[in-house]
């Protein structure tokens, strides 16, 4: 089956930047996306990475690397609102998302 | 404005009935999913549809049941088949199969 490998649980401080890194495995690929995900709430789409490089999207990039299975989400100037859940969701050959249970950021001030 | 929309957003049910969950999108999205999502786990996919009057079982089909008559609308019916029914139950559309999904807010479901 589909592993994606993410960190748990994650604490930054307001202001600062961090890195949540994806892991996946890559002989079935299409895509990957990321999502935020409030406690309580719907996820929210935040990018789409299908070649290799960097999206940025303001505060937010996302990188893919698709030989090394890997990816990553970057967040810059945290704020508290940021707090939440990410999910790395890549897309397999029949364009089903697969979904973990994402990596929890905790913002401190 | 476009979007979709689920509701309730709370709802309750005694063990043993039927309940169908409404999901509506006005965004023309070709492609409606159900999920489930149990408390600290990812999303599970229900069902799917790529386009009105088909549709497919995701990988916990079990116990559920769905239709899709209109393109906007793909209500879901939790039966009293299946075993575990509360859960938080998020409906989801897409332009197409390979393009990002947008989520409604989600049902939370009881079962008591």
């Known amino acids: 089956g589909q592993n994606i490998d993410q960190p748990t649980e994650m604490t930054a401080t307001e202001g600062a930047i961090v890195q949540i890194n994806c892991t996946y495995q890559?002989?079935?690929?299409?895509?990957l996306f990321w999502y935020q995900q409030h406690a309580g709430e719907a996820p929210t789409f935040l990018s789409y990475?299908?070649l290799d490089g960097l999206e940025e999207k303001g505060r937010f990039s996302s990188f893919l690397s698709r030989s090394k299975g890997y990816s990553y989400l970057l967040l810059k100037e945290l704020q508290m609102k940021d707090s939440a859940s990410y999910l790395c969701?890549?897309?397999?050959?029949?364009?089903?998302?697969?979904w973990g249970a994402g990596t929890k950021l905790i913002i401190k001030p | 404005d476009g979007g979709i929309t689920q509701s309730p957003k709370y709802l309750f049910r005694k063990e043993g009935q039927n309940v169908t969950l409404s999901c509506e999108q006005n965004?023309?999205?070709?492609?409606m999913y159900w999920y489930r999502q149990d408390p600290g786990q990812g999303l599970r996919l229900i069902y799917y549809?790529?386009?009105?009057?088909?549709?497919q079982k995701g990988d916990i089909a079990e116990g559920y049941s769905v239709s899709r008559e209109k393109k906007e609308s793909f209500p879901l019916t939790v039966t009293s088949a299946q075993k575990n029914p509360t859960a938080f139950y998020l409906c989801?559309?897409?332009?197409?199969?390979?393009?990002?999904?947008?989520f409604g807010q989600g049902t939370r479901l009881t079962v008591v």
């Open positions: 549809s790529q386009i009105v009057n088909d549709f």
């Open positions: 890559t002989y079935v690929f299409n895509g």
């Open positions: 969701v890549p897309m397999d050959r029949n364009y089903q998302l697969i």
């Open positions: 965004l023309n999205h070709d492609a």
């Open positions: 990475n299908v």
């Open positions: 989801a559309s897409s332009a197409t199969m390979n393009t990002e999904a947008f």
